[in-house]
């Protein structure tokens, strides 16, 4: 299994939270990962990266509001979303950083709505 494998979107009202997960492949371990999102009609945006060591990236639109980490032991990375807007309601997929066109897995509905 290369393409990650991401979960924990829903329906949820404005102003709420969400914690997306996303495992991925032992042969992701050295490089940045990276959640990214996308509606209809829209192309896909970078929403936050991290590499290895922890660093971060978290854009503009959802700076101060979504937090990205990883877990290397379990090759995991997570996208806590606070304070949801429902400008923020897209399909959210994680992939290696910053090129992930080969590796997109489902992805994660997350709807933001009252």
């Known amino acids: 299994q290369v393409q990650p494998v991401e979960s924990g979107g829903g329906l949820v009202q404005p102003g709420g939270s969400l914690r997306l997960s996303c495992t991925f492949s032992?042969?992701?371990?050295?490089?940045?990962m990276a959640w990214y999102r996308q509606t209809p009609g829209a192309q896909r945006e970078l929403v936050a990266a991290?590499?290895?060591?922890?660093?971060?990236n978290v854009k503009d639109p959802v700076k101060g509001r979504f937090t990205i980490s990883r877990d290397n032991a379990e090759n995991t990375v997570y996208l806590e979303m606070n304070d949801l807007k429902p400008d923020d309601t897209a399909v959210y997929y994680c992939?290696?950083?910053?090129?992930?066109?080969?590796?997109w897995g489902q992805g994660t509905q997350v709807t933001v709505s009252s």
């Open positions: 992939g290696p950083y910053p090129d992930a066109r080969n590796y």
């Open positions: 032992q042969i992701f371990s050295n490089w940045a």
């Open positions: 991290v590499n290895p060591s922890g660093t971060t």
